[in-house]
C-alpha cells in the first residue's frame, strides 16, 4: 500500500508547503512538528515517504524557509527577476497583516506565473507580549477563505515564544537535568515547563532573567541544540498537546490537522 501511494504521486509536481518564520530554529521546530502530525495521524504515511510527497519551501527558490524581516526585499527581488509589478498589501491591514497579506499575492505569482505547486503556507510568529499579531494575521485568512482561494494558511503562534514550546516538550533524562529542573521550579514557584506561558520578561539580568523562556532553556538543554531538537523531535504528541494549551503549541497541532491532512491525504 505504502509503495503504491509513493508510485501515484511519482511524475507529479513536488508540492510545496512555504514557511514564514523569525528563523531558521522557529522553522526546525515548526516543520518538525507537522511532519510528525501528520505521520501520527495518516495512517498509510511513514516518515521515509515524506520527501516524496512535499517540501518546505521558501518563497525565493531553492530555500527552506522565508524570514518575515524580509518580506519587502524578497518581493522586492522576485519583482525584478520576473518582471511583475511591485506587490503592495491592503491598505486596510495592520503590521503582520499588512506582511501576511503581501506574502499571499506573491503566492498567487508564483503558482500561477511560476507554475509552482504551492499548496500551503505556514506563519510561524512569536507574540513576545503582543496577542495582536495573531489577530492580524487571522483577519487575512478571514479575507481569503471569503474569496475561496486554493491555499491553506496555517498559524502558528508561539506566547511568549518558540522556546516556550521546546519546555512543554523538555522532559529531564537523567539526575543532573532533574535537579536543575527542580532548583528552577523552587526559584519560580512554578514548574517552567508545565506552565511555559508564564515566563514572561525579556530580561538577560538578574533578577528577572530566570523569567525568560530563553535562559530556562539554556539552562535545562546545557545550550545544546540537538538536546533542545529532542523536545519537539521524541517528546511524544499527546505530552506536547497538554502542556502546550497555554503556549499556542497545541493550536498549531490542530491547525496542522485541520489544513495540512486533507492535502496529503488526497492521494488516498
Known amino acids: 500500500m505504502r509503495r503504491e501511494k509513493i508510485g501515484w504521486w511519482q511524475g507529479k509536481s513536488m508540492i510545496e508547503f512555504v514557511v514564514i518564520v523569525e528563523s531558521s530554529a522557529d522553522a526546525r521546530t515548526a516543520t518538525k512538528l507537522a511532519d510528525r502530525t501528520l505521520v501520527q495521524k495518516i ?63 506573491l503566492i498567487s505569482f508564483l503558482q500561477y506565473k511560476q507554475k509552482r505547486e504551492i499548496k500551503a503556507v505556514i506563519f510561524i510568529r512569536d507574540l513576545d507580549n503582543q ?27 508561539a506566547d511568549r515564544m518558540r522556546e516556550s514550546w521546546v519546555l512543554n516538550g523538555f522532559i529531564p533524562s537523567n539526575q543532573e537535568e532533574t535537579r536543575i529542573l527542580q532548583q528552577i521550579t523552587t526559584e519560580l514557584t512554578f514548574n517552567p515547563c508545565e506552565e511555559s506561558h508564564r515566563l514572561r520578561s525579556n530580561s538577560l539580568t538578574e533578577p528577572d532573567r530566570i523569567r525568560n523562556p530563553k535562559i530556562v532553556v539554556e539552562k535545562l538543554t546545557g545550550g545544546k541544540m540537538e538536546r533542545e531538537q529532542q523536545c519537539w523531535e521524541d517528546t511524544d504528541l499527546e505530552i506536547l498537546r497538554k502542556k502546550g494549551v497555554q503556549t499556542g503549541l497545541t493550536a498549531y497541532i490542530d491547525e496542522i490537522e485541520e489544513r495540512l491532512i486533507s492535502i496529503i491525504g488526497s492521494a488516498e
Open 131 to 157: 496577542p495582536e499579531r495573531k489577530k492580524h494575521i487571522e483577519q487575512v485568512r478571514s479575507e481569503q477563505i471569503n474569496q475561496q482561494t486554493q491555499l491553506a494558511i496555517i498559524i502558528g503562534t
Open 43 to 105: 495512517d498509510w504515511l511513514d516518515p521515509e515517504m515524506l520527501q516524496h510527497l512535499y517540501q518546505w519551501s521558501g518563497l525565493e527558490g531553492d530555500t527552506e524557509n522565508s524570514c518575515w524581516k524580509n518580506i519587502d526585499d524578497i518581493t522586492k527581488r522576485l519583482a525584478d527577476q520576473f518582471k511583475f509589478p511591485t506587490i503592495r498589501s491592503n491598505g486596510k491591514f495592520k503590521s503582520d497583516g499588512q506582511s501576511a497579506n503581501k506574502i499571499i499575492k
